[in-house]
């Protein structure tokens, strides 16, 4: 299971929020750079970079931050936030973006979507799943949509999407665990979906768990900012892994 920390990006900035709510913003650092470089000395490979502001302005704003992280580390960056045109796509992959999420526009601009996994291939286009009560929410989650998350799963997995990134929104920045249970029924109800957990991860204890299930990827945020999970743990980890 591969271990990606999160960097979540506002005016260029480091930082967190709770249940997705901009009100709870926490800034962990100025600067984006040095936290992906401090991930890169623990031997992480993986990050996932979401440029809040553009999710919250519908199109790419901080793809400088991600230039800089790609140019000036090795790690292989999945970026999401905003991304809601074929230009949004083409600025994304020019500054370094190895995939990229699409949740939003996956629920509004379904053929488009399909359109971006037929172009660039289903291992450079991410659906995000991101839910709350099972239901997909867009717009930087702000707004529910009636799609069940499971359904929502299966239909672009007949479309060809291999990669998803669920996200549990009542668990996200809360440290009070992922939603196992979730997942568990995600897994078993697709065939060719690589899971990526994301959401209320809050302790170690928590991955050897997640990877049992088979998720192929956790994302990892509040907790190595709040030192709950060391940078220390996750480099063990990996190292035992391999």
């Not at 890169?40 to 400088?64: F, M, P, R, T």
């Not at 000036?72 to 995939?99: H, N, P, V, Y």
Request: charged residues 30%; negative net charge; aromatic residues 8%.
């Amino acid at each position: 299971m591969r271990i990606i920390p999160a960097i979540d990006i506002i005016e260029g900035k480091c930082v967190r929020l709770s249940k997705g709510d901009y009100t709870t913003k926490k800034i962990y650092n100025e600067n984006p750079l040095e936290v992906a470089k401090s991930f890169e000395d623990h031997g992480i490979q993986y990050l996932h970079v979401v440029d809040l502001d553009g999710a919250k302005s519908k199109h790419i704003v901080n793809h400088q931050v991600l230039e800089q992280i790609a140019s000036k580390t090795s790690l292989k960056i999945d970026f999401g936030g905003g991304l809601k045109s074929d230009d949004d796509l083409r600025i994304a992959f020019e500054s370094g973006a190895s995939q990229v999420t699409g949740g939003s526009i996956a629920v509004r601009q379904p053929e488009l979507f399909r359109n971006w996994l037929q172009k660039y291939g289903n291992e450079k286009i991410i659906l995000g799943a991101d839910c709350i009560n099972r239901k997909i929410a867009v717009s930087g989650w702000t707004e529910n949509s009636e799609d069940d998350v499971l359904d929502f799963i299966k239909a672009y997995e007949t479309d060809g999407a291999k990669y998803v990134i669920c996200t549990d929104i009542s668990k996200d920045g809360m440290l009070a665990g992922p939603s196992f249970e979730l997942y568990e029924e995600l897994l078993q109800e697709t065939e060719t979906i690589k899971l990526i957990a994301s959401g209320g991860i809050s302790e170690f204890e928590e991955l050897p768990k997640l990877q049992e299930l088979g998720c192929e990827g956790v994302i990892i945020g509040k907790a190595i900012y709040e030192n709950r999970i060391t940078l220390k743990q996750l480099e063990n980890y990996i190292l035992n892994k391999n």
